[in-house]
């Protein structure tokens, strides 16, 4: 008896179905796609309707003739691939290369399923269909139209900038938004404002921290230091009465299960993981993992979804575990539902756990630490989606005084308090920043009774600054794209990964920075297709493509109305696109060899200076500031750049010549423009140190003067003679060391440059604080010192015993010495 084929896209997904299926079934993996269009040619023939010509992927020929023999000796064929529209193309080319030229046999269907599960999977084989043809034409207008893009613009870069390079439709609109972030905080104007807080002790603690809130019944806006001292003066020995107290109930509700963006926003904020290796271990989780004697097991559900609905087997799950784990207080009456966004998906469901029942625990010890820590953050998210509210007292006190101005003033408190966790009994969702909540949650008020006279404690005044939009990191940039529409859930992943790799932009602390390369070729893109790369237009292409998906509209008529407006930018382009690598830009910069003006030029490490007498002088130096700093066009005199130098001018020490900034394979360095006579260069640390500082001390076991050195984690005091004498003199605090009462406590620098407190008999004693010691004993739990902590509410002083709760406020102290 012949079996049935099925077709899946990767290994280890053929071998959890197999399982399921059992052995009337073949299952096979076509790993990925098995055509494309060709590397070599735009394979577009926009004459013929935009037909596309694909060719078999190179390497898969071999693969399609063991599929094409197995299909021979089958009965049926199945294809399995994932359920999106990059799953219905690889069926599709599948269905193409194994259908026989004559004859019926072997039948051909598509089977779909969200989740890889014995139930799910057998729901599907009950219920194939044929491919689905609206689905394979919306990912073949999405793949013409980036085709006709990058290969139409990447020649234009080449010319212009530099070869290698390519434009993509949607990752350009994705780094314009880098781009125009990065001016934004570059053109920002910080403004100076000040807040009054007011410090009350009332008849019991804690104290009451108050914020100004109203003068004269208007809201207080301070610009500047004179009006907050004026403010604070008046408020010196005022009299300060509770005006109301009122509290409330106030519910948080749980959130909805993750989709696409949201997993990748919360696993980028909770586990620092990357967009790129969140969507690689969710498909790990997806396609099955071997849990002992159960064998493969797909333990979500299918990770690529803009769909926030949910199975009704899998809500009785979640409810039944609910109530059973946490008590039925815990659960709702009846199950939550979320809304999704416009336009999403619904034949998909939300990213969630395919048993409820499978608790992280349970399966801990077959997953990999990063699996693990993405199933769990799956698994909590969904059991607190369907969870109660959170509930919370929150209390707001008002405050009156009349100031010695005669003005009335209004100061404000408000703190909540956990009344019922709820949903956050499992789970907290993650924060780009800090809001009100967080300090509302922080904020402790005493129990106070309107009328009452409170006492004035203190009064902290304190200046702020007005903070630019903040850089995009890869959960914002996320946010941000899907909150314009730009991109679907299979392709955010892509987009952030070829942003990085093409160098256009780069990562430090986590947030994205472009690079001058990425702002050169986002500003000559959106000066030729302004259109083309805006994000409205973007979005508008891609709704379109839902609608081709949808069979609303021929995906052929999507694509005449993007060419027509395209070849239009782009016989512009061609004509007057500016030309950055033969651009001239003029300075006030001369040669320092023959004395002629140097200008801009652009070269493959990016902007630099060079010589107008090319080629008799070849003298080049690096640019203090980029290509992309720099306004005007290109070769227009009244644009001409003044670059100053960022230090004074720096000397060889081997001839005396001035030595100027160059890049290598290493980086920055400076150079002796004596070059090829004299070839010494320096490191631009090295060039940049700061000169020893003598001083009148010595050095206790040498005798010589001791100096004052910088290090790269500061200024250090050591002795003259070294290395001969390596003396370093300990920076004291004041105190002796609690531990042994002989050493004195000294502040020191890990490796890693944190600030850490130690003894100077180390390492007869290992005394090791990280917080500034205090030499005075708990009066709660007799520990031989406290510590200061400095926190945004204050400085404390505050017990080193972690198991004791003692803190006091220092701010009215004088500093510990």
């Known amino acids: 008896m012949a079996k049935s084929l099925v077709i899946v896209e990767s290994p280890a997904k053929a071998k959890t179905i197999g399982k399921y299926l059992g052995k009337n079934f073949t299952v096979k993996a076509s790993l990925g796609h098995v055509k494309d269009l060709p590397k070599n040619d735009i394979a577009v023939d926009v004459e013929n309707n935009f037909r596309p010509s694909y060719v078999v992927i190179e390497g898969k020929k071999k693969l399609i003739d063991e599929l094409r023999k197995a299909a021979k000796d089958s009965d049926a064929v199945y294809l399995a691939a994932d359920p999106d529209r990059e799953g219905e193309a690889i069926c599709y080319h599948l269905q193409e290369e194994l259908q026989p030229k004559r004859g019926d046999r072997p039948a051909i269907y598509r089977v779909t399923f969200n989740e890889i599960t014995a139930n799910a999977v057998r729901k599907a084989f009950e219920h194939p269909r044929a491919v689905d043809t609206n689905l394979v034409d919306a990912q073949q207008a999405r793949r013409v139209l980036d085709r006709l893009v990058g290969y ?22 994705a780094l314009r938004l880098i781009v125009d972030r990065e001016r934004e905080i570059r053109a920002f104007v910080k403004q100076e404002y000040w807040s009054i807080d007011i410090h009350l002790n009332a008849k ?6 108050t914020a100004l809130a109203k003068r004269n019944g208007e809201n207080v ?13 008046a408020l010196e020995g005022a009299q300060y009465v509770v005006k109301s107290v009122a509290t409330r109930e106030k519910r948080r509700n749980p959130v909805p299960p993750f989709i696409t963006s949201t997993l990748q926003q919360e696993s980028a904020r909770k586990l620092r993981f990357s967009v790129k290796r969140t969507m690689m271990l969710a498909q790990r989780l997806y396609e099955g993992v071997e849990l002992g004697s159960e064998g493969a097991v797909g333990l979500i559900t299918y990770m690529r979804t803009d769909s926030t609905r949910v199975g009704n087997d899998a809500l009785a799950e979640a409810r039944e575990l ?32 395919t048993s409820a029942m499978r608790s992280p625990e349970e399966v801990s010890g077959h997953l990999s630490e990063d699996e693990l820590k993405l199933y769990r953050l799956i698994w909590m998210r969904f059991i607190a989606s369907q969870m109660t ?3 919370f007292d929150q209390t707001t006190v008002e405050v009156t005084a009349e100031g010695k101005d005669g003005a009335a003033y209004l100061m404000r408190a408000t703190g909540s308090v956990p009344k019922f966790d709820g949903f956050q009994a499992v789970y907290l969702e993650g924060k780009d920043q800090k809001d009100e909540e967080d300090e509302e949650e922080k904020n402790k008020l005493p129990a106070v009774s309107e009328g009452e006279v409170l006492k004035l404690k203190t009064i902290h005044p304190e200046q702020h600054f007005t903070e630019p939009p903040p850089r995009f990191t890869e959960a914002t940039l996320v946010k941000e794209l899907e909150s314009d529409g730009i991109g679907r859930p299979s392709t955010y992943a892509s987009i952030l990964s070829t942003i990085q790799e093409r160098e256009y932009v780069k990562k430090e602390g986590g947030k994205f920075f472009p690079t001058e390369l990425g702002v050169v070729v986002t500003d000559l893109l959106v000066e030729s297709f302004a259109d083309i790369f805006d994000a409205t237009y973007t979005a508008r292409m891609e709704d379109e493509l839902d609608e081709i998906e949808e069979g609303k509209m021929d995906w052929r008529t999507a694509m005449a109305e993007f060419y027509e407006r395209f070849q239009k930018d782009l016989t512009e382009a061609e004509r007057s696109m500016r ?4 651009m001239e830009m003029p300075t006030d910069q001369v040669c320092d060899k023959c004395g002629k003006p140097m200008v801009i030029k652009w070269g493959k490490h990016g902007s630099f200076l060079a010589c107008t007498g090319y ?20 070769g227009d005199e009244e644009n001409k750049v003044e670059i100053s130098e960022q230090d004074a001018a720096e000397y060889c020490p081997n001839c005396g010549r001035e030595m100027v900034l160059k890049k290598g394979r290493f980086g920055t360095f400076l150079a002796c423009t004596g070059y090829p006579d004299c070839k010494t260069t320096k490191q631009l640390g090295q060039a940049q140190k700061k000169a020893d500082v003598p001083l009148e001390e010595k050095c206790p076991q040498c005798d010589h003067n001791l100096v004052v050195k910088s290090g790269r984690f500061g200024e250090f005091t050591a002795c003259s003679n070294y290395p001969t004498c390596k003396y370093v003199k300990q920076q004291t605090i004041g105190i002796k060391c609690p531990q042994c009462n002989e050493g004195d406590v000294s502040q020191r620098r890990s490796k890693r440059g944190k600030t850490f407190y130690g003894c100077t008999r180390y390492p007869d004693c290992d005394f090791v604080a990280w917080a500034r010691p205090i030499p005075e004993k708990c009066p709660d739990c007799g520990a031989v010192y406290l510590v200061e902590k400095q926190l945004k509410s204050g400085n404390f002083a505050a017990c ?4 004791c709760k003692y803190k006091r406020e220092l701010a009215l102290e004088a500093a510990p010495a």
């Open 221 to 233: 806006e301070i610009a500047g230091q004179a009006a907050t001292e004026a403010i604070a003066a």
């Open 579 to 582: 030309d950055i690598k033969r």
């Open 152 to 173: 139409k613009i990447s020649p234009l870069l080449w010319d212009k900038v530099r070869r290698g390079l390519s434009a993509g439709r949607v990752q350009t609109v």
């Open 800 to 803: 080193a015993n972690k198991e």
């Open 204 to 209: 019991k603690p804690p104290v009451l921290k």
């Open 322 to 353: 609910i109530a059973s784990r946490f008590g039925p207080q815990y659960l709702p009456e009846s199950p939550n539902f979320y809304r999704s966004k416009k336009g999403a998906q619904d034949a998909h469901e939300a990213i969630r756990p």
């Open 615 to 634: 080629p008799e002088c070849t003298s080049t130096r690096q640019l203090n500031v980029g290509l992309h700093e720099l306004g005007g066009e290109i």
């Open 389 to 391: 509210p959170a509930v």
